[in-house]
């Protein structure tokens, strides 16, 4: 490690390293100083801070800080650190560019095909046959393959081509604004993070961001250090610095051994104060991210990169680098704090980055996990449709063409066969682009980054995008009590001092001064100097709460008893304090030793009662003199003092001292001993009132079918009474409250090992688990996630705050951490960050999640109606008429705008609250209901019975010409457009049967609660007419191309009369003979061209220019298959004939 940060030294700034020297703006270190000082550790960093600087205090100095008051709050000095030492903030990635990003889209296979077929179908249409053998193929290929006609076979590929660029567009728009969202989540999250630092003597919260070198940062349990920094002072510091050198033990840090405290790493045990020496780029964290490339473009580089490194450093840094690539990759775990918008990239780099890390990756979510299985399967059939279609075209042309007609294969016809079976394959390709519900991952990414967005609002900051959605599923929930069910805001309100329990505060004057003068002691100095109570902002209110807040009960407790806590800190300060024994889960109690003026020791302790009271030997009397407190005595005391308090739902804990002489002195190390033969001064009871809201809030979850469940470190009585009030348990239920040994004791075997059988038997009835460890809480998780009993797998939601919640939250379907009163450690961990701590903000985020759920099912079941009836369509018609009666641009253009304009509309139907009536949907329902089927089948019968309708016998209803078995080019015909209308607004209006699943009757319900809706299926509306309306009845766009001739004004009139198109057609006819022999090629080709351009439909096609075109079509569509053939076969007779 050393090696590599040295290195990286050499390479990165060694330019400003001289600009700087001798000493950089005045002050007493140079940045390079600073980052040599923090490669050392342990007892060489201590040995170098004595020579270079004298001791720490020194250093300080030299940074112009005070290691008591801080920095001065001033705004220039700041500015002036952060231009030498760099400002805490790492660079993030470049994101990717919208090019990147389309160039990504046009990866797609689907599309790629496409692509490949519009290009040869484009190739092939300007490509003219040799002269005149052309008649030989022209009869095979039944009339099709005369001049003017294959001029419309540009148009097609064109307009494939031209969809394809709609889609990837649309697609990479997307994702860039998915990015950017991504981006914009990141950097909340990074707002969010604060870190205690003092400034002109004062404990401010100040953005992560903000530190500069020389700042005096007060570190405690449970936080993610932001920045580099050397010891001051430390109580029982242990930091876990696995992140950066891939050791799991804990290091002991301390002033005088080991002072060295560095960016990224977790503070497990004790707290202290650090003065800053290295941020951003230049701390421990910065420089490895230097080495990883997170500038961007050594991305790529990085692979080989990191084989060097390992090859030419020693092998174990190889493998300390490797562990530090992992740590930092855990979801950006490292320095997500450290630097705003780091792993911002959103989902999809920060899974490569994952899997190149091989950290095992959490699994798909519930419905990422159905939709990738539902869109495999669809992907097969429309595979499957698709080849059959083209076979069986493919077939029935060669046989109709070699085998009825017996022909031969010509060389020089090969160009038209060819353009024939790519017309298949582009045919195949649209059922199966058809087929594939592409629109689907589409509706998946808006429908959660909306709700992403509205859930910022309901208290939810979602860090990972799936947690949002799998939370709708969500079975069962194990909350904490601290903080989300109760409102963490502790006051004590019963107590038990001088053999008197007291059920409110008693009069000062009631207590011995002894009682009173050590209870005072014990209370303002065995707890963190960072835990205060401040006066209140306004005038009424309830005083400030800082800091843990038991201990800030036990200071209202001294404040109520009208003594102070801050003089006696004050002659007491926090480096004057012999030893601390900070809290932690194992103990749960925290002891502070001092020095008495005689030379002695007191040790204070307090921590829960049951604990300490089994640690006590003597209890201080009404006269505060002590006596015996034996065994039986703690028994009875357990029984009349602390189960009542309990019951009254009250956390018990129990405050005690001890003295030592000073004659010799205790090992301080063992703690055992030391924190033993206690005197108990006083038992507390401390009230944590439910929050108001909280009872409701899990009735909606039981309504909801969601199971609460209440994981609690505290007393099995306190936690069982709270439980009451939440109304978690009920009375006359069949329920289990078990303490965390009980529940061990239940689920493990004889050798020790937890059988999930064993758990299956205890889960389903617990609801409260007490006196719990983290590790009790990551079992339960685990147990219920992993269990198969029951009629559905268990979605399981999981709160958490502290810093060894971190397990049970990574483990859970979806982790929840407290905005508030969160560690760093349990945010990291999280997938969902509650900002306002509040139980009721789970009930909304169920709420939110289950309508993404829901937003999915209706996109699918009108994506579904869609695909079912445009595959049926397509094949049906290609096998029967040879061609489909559903173009592929038109098939294209209902996948852009359905897709497309579909998925933005159902997905942002705002969420119910009837939505929490409902059962959840659980890991192994099947995406599609019963009902969603019935009405997907339902709608596809009555769409495809019209269609059908219309293509076999539809130009009977509307007496216009037919559209079927048109030739191989020919242009639009009215029959197929009318189709095409009637397909698309069967869609639209089924786009609002779509917005109800669960077989409501009235669809219409809550319509205009959308906007987007609204607007979205009036605007496709508007499109489509528009779209598909005759160019020639639009005279503007007309007159916008060219001023209007003479003729084409005659030839506007001649359109409107029936009678005259009539008269028109049989003048056409009669010269066909005429047009065949006399017209040049090329001039022909120009004609059709610059007609098609102008006119869209048969009726724009009647001009005397362009009488080619539409004579032809008119004798193909008048004529049936035989005749067309014999009037190929014999121009002349054919003619004749007709006129």
């Not at 030498?84 to 095909?113: C, H, M, R, S």
């Not at 990085?302 to 930092?328: C, H, L, N």
């Not at 899974?351 to 539902?374: D, I, N």
């Not at 061209?1089 to 004579?1111: C, E, N, P, Y």
């Amino acid at each position: 490690m050393g090696d590599m940060a040295n290195s990286s030294i050499e390479f990165h700034p060694k330019p400003q390293q001289q600009r700087e020297a001798p000493h950089a703006g005045g002050f007493g270190c140079t940045l390079a100083e600073l980052r040599s000082l923090m490669e050392l550790r342990g007892a060489e960093a201590l040995q170098k801070v004595q020579e270079a600087y004298g001791d720490v205090s020194g250093l300080c100095r030299r940074l112009k800080t005070s290691p008591t008051e801080g920095l001065a709050n001033n705004a220039n000095d700041l500015e002036k650190r952060r231009q030498i030492y760099g400002q805490n903030f790492i660079p993030p990635k470049q994101p990717k560019t919208f090019l990147q990003l389309v160039w990504e889209a046009l990866q797609d296979v689907t599309l790629i095909i496409l692509e490949v077929a519009a290009i040869v179908s484009l190739g092939l249409s300007f490509y003219a046959p040799p002269g005149e053998e052309s008649e030989a193929c022209g009869n095979v290929s039944a009339g099709a393959e005369d001049e003017g006609e294959a001029e419309a076979g540009w148009i097609e590929g064109a307009a494939i081509l031209l969809s394809v660029t709609c889609v990837v567009l649309v697609t990479a728009f997307n994702d860039w604004s998915k990015e950017r969202q991504f981006r914009g989540l990141q950097s909340r999250i990074e707002q969010e993070q604060r870190f205690s630092v003092i400034r002109d003597g004062q404990l401010l919260q100040v953005p992560v961001a903000a530190l500069v070198v020389g700042d005096i940062a007060q570190v405690k349990y449970g936080d993610l250090l932001p920045a580099d920094g050397v010891l001051i002072q430390g109580n029982d510091l242990k930091i876990d610095e696995s992140s950066l050198t891939g050791e799991s033990d804990h290091v002991r840090k301390s002033a005088d051994k080991d002072p060295m405290l560095l960016s990224g790493t977790h503070v497990m045990e004790g707290s202290g104060r650090m003065v800053v020496t290295a941020v951003g780029v230049n701390s421990q964290t910065g420089i490895i991210f230097t080495l990883l490339g997170a500038g961007g473009e050594e991305e790529e580089k990085k692979d080989k990169k990191g084989k060097e490194i390992v090859t030419s450093s020693k092998q174990q840094d190889g493998a300390m680098e490797s562990s530090q690539t992992k740590a930092k990759k855990q979801d950006g775990a490292v320095a997500m704090e450290m630097q705003p918008l780091k792993s911002a990239e959103g989902g999809e780099t920060e899974e490569r980055e994952k899997k190149k890390a091989s950290v095992p990756k959490k699994e798909k979510s519930v419905l990422q996990g159905k939709l990738t299985k539902l869109a495999v399967q669809i992907g097969k059939a429309g595979l499957v449709m698709s080849a059959i279609t083209v076979i069986i075209l493919v077939l029935y042309f060669v046989i109709e063409t070699f085998v009825v007609d017996g022909r031969v294969w010509l060389a020089e016809c090969t160009p038209v066969y060819v353009q024939y079976f790519v017309k298949f394959f582009i045919i195949g390709v649209t059922v199966l682009v058809v087929a594939v519900p592409e629109g689907l991952p589409l509706a998946v990414t808006i429908s959660l980054a909306y709700s992403v967005k509205k859930m910022m609002r309901d208290n939810n900051l979602v860090r990972h995008l799936d947690a949002c959605e799998t939370m709708g599923n969500a079975t069962a929930i194990c909350s904490d009590k601290t903080g989300t069910l109760t409102t963490n805001r502790m006051t004590v309100v019963q107590s038990y001092l001088g053999d008197t329990h007291y059920k409110e505060v008693p009069a000062p004057s009631t207590l011995t001064p002894k009682i009173l003068d050590l209870l005072v002691h014990a209370i303002s100095i065995n707890s963190a100097y960072t835990t205060k109570i401040l006066p209140p902002e306004k005038e009424g209110a309830l005083p400030r709460q800082v800091g843990n807040k038991t201990e800030c009960a036990l200071l209202g407790f001294v404040l109520d008893l009208k003594r102070d806590f801050q003089p006696v800190r004050e002659q007491i300060p926090e480096d004057k304090l012999h030893k601390v024994y900070t809290f932690n889960s194992v103990r749960k109690s925290m002891s502070t030793v001092i020095r008495m003026p005689d030379g002695g020791f007191r040790l204070f302790s307090k921590g829960a009662s049951e604990i300490l009271l089994k640690k006590c030997t003597n209890i201080l009397n009404s006269n505060g003199e002590p006596r015996g407190f034996r065994p039986r005595d703690r028994d009875d005391m357990v029984k009349k003092i602390i189960e009542p308090m309990a019951c009254d739902g009250l956390r018990t804990i129990c405050i005690a001292y001890r003295d030592f002489p000073a004659a010799q002195e205790p090992d301080w190390d063992n703690e055992n001993e030391v924190v033993g033969d206690l005197t108990c001064i006083a038992v507390v009871g401390i009230e944590d009132p439910v929050r108001p809201e909280v009872p409701e809030a899990i009735r909606k979850c039981q309504r909801a079918g969601i199971t609460v469940r209440m994981v609690t470190g505290d007393n099995i009585n306190t936690a069982r009474a709270i439980a009451a009030k939440c109304g978690i348990i009920q009375p006359g239920e069949d329920f289990l409250c078990l303490e965390g040994k009980e529940f061990n004791r239940r689920i493990r075997n004889e050798k020790g090992e937890i059988e999930q059988e064993r758990l299956d038997k205890v889960w389903p009835k617990l609801r409260v688990l007490a006196r719990s460890s983290p590790t009790d809480k990551h079992t339960l998780v685990k147990g219920i996630i992993d269990s198969s009993t029951g009629e559905q797998r268990q979605v399981v939601a999981v709160t958490g705050d502290g810093t060894n919640d971190g397990p049970a939250l990574k483990k859970a379907d979806v982790g929840f951490a407290m905005g508030i009163a969160g560690t760093d450690v349990a945010k990291e961990a999280s997938d969902i960050i509650l900002t306002d701590d509040n139980f009721t903000s789970i009930v909304k985020a169920v709420m939110w999640g289950r309508n993404v759920y829901d937003s999915i099912s209706k996109f699918l079941q009108f994506q579904l109606t869609v695909n079912v009836v445009a595959v049926i369509v397509a094949f049906t018609g290609a096998c029967i008429t040879q061609d489909s009666p559903l173009k592929a641009v038109q098939m294209l253009w209902v996948n852009l705008i359905m897709d497309t304009f579909a998925s933005l509309a159902l997905a942002t139907e705002p969420p119910t609250e009837s939505l929490l009536l409902r059962k959840p949907y659980g890991r192994d329902k099947p995406l599609i209901s019963r009902t969603m089927m019935k009405n997907i089948l339902g709608h596809a019968v009555y769409q495809l019975t019209i269609i059908f309708t219309l293509l076999f016998v539809g130009e009977l209803f509307f007496d216009i010409d037919s559209g079927r078995n048109a030739p191989l080019h020919s242009p639009p015909s009215e029959h197929y457009t009318i189709i095409f209308n009637t397909f698309v607004m069967m869609q639209l209006f089924n786009e609002i049967n779509a917005r109800k699943i669960h077989g409501e009757r009235n669809v219409f319900h809550g319509i205009f609660s959308n906007p987007i809706f609204c607007t979205i299926v009036l605007g496709t509306f508007a499109i489509q007419v528009i779209a598909t309306i005759p160019t020639s009845q639009l005279k503007c766009l007309k007159e916008a191309g060219h001023g209007p001739g003479k003729d084409e004004m005659t030839d506007e009139e001649l359109a409107e009369g029936e009678e005259e198109i009539d008269h028109a057609e049989r003048e056409l006819r009669r010269g066909q003979i005429l047009w065949f022999r006399g017209l040049n090629r090329i001039q022909t080709q120009m004609e059709v061209v610059s007609t098609f351009k102008r006119s869209g439909s048969f009726q724009g096609a009647v001009r005397r220019r362009s009488s080619v075109l539409s004579q032809l079509h008119d004798v193909t569509n008048l004529s049936t298959p035989t005749h067309v053939i014999l009037s190929a076969a014999n121009p002349t007779s054919a003619a004749g004939s007709e006129s």
